[in-house]
């Protein structure tokens, strides 16, 4: 029988690479494609990069300026309303309740009537009295609410004009 002897080969000796150290930055120092050219930014372009910048500096003060003028009024606005609002509803809690009061005492009125005729003027007479006691009340919550809606539009409408002309005089 005739041995076969394999050797094995050697293994090939690990290459020993070390990156150069090249400038911060630059992830591949030795490939010339990936290097970054050095030149001169034209002095032009420079100022009108500095001139947008800026521009963009004050485009945003501007907005930002008018973002607060347009949060506080919407602050006022809605202070304003929730005043209004409860103003309103203590007027409307107020005539309830003297429309309930009138509505008991004519209830103690009639039932201590000696008489149909007593009763019926008694029923006239209220009713007269509601019906002035709630005109006026009307008249009340309608000039309340004019008010509100007028105090309440009034700073939008003042902000809405100059806003305007300050776009004219732009």
Known sequence: MTETTTTAKPAPKARATKAKAGPAGVAFPDFEAFAMPKMEVPA????ATEKGI??????YAKVKTAAEDATDLMEDTFETSRQGVVE?????????????????TFFKDIMSAKSVAEAIELQSTFARSQFDALSTQTKEMQELATKLGTDVSAPVKEAFEKSFKEMKVH
Do not use: M
Not at 54 to 59: M, Q, Y
Not at 88 to 104: P, T
């Open 44 to 47: 032009a372009f420079r100022e």
């Open 88 to 104: 309103f509803n203590h007027k409307a809690a107020d005539a309830a309740k003297a429309n309930a009061d009138a509505a008991f």
């Open 54 to 59: 800026e521009s963009a500096r004050d485009t």
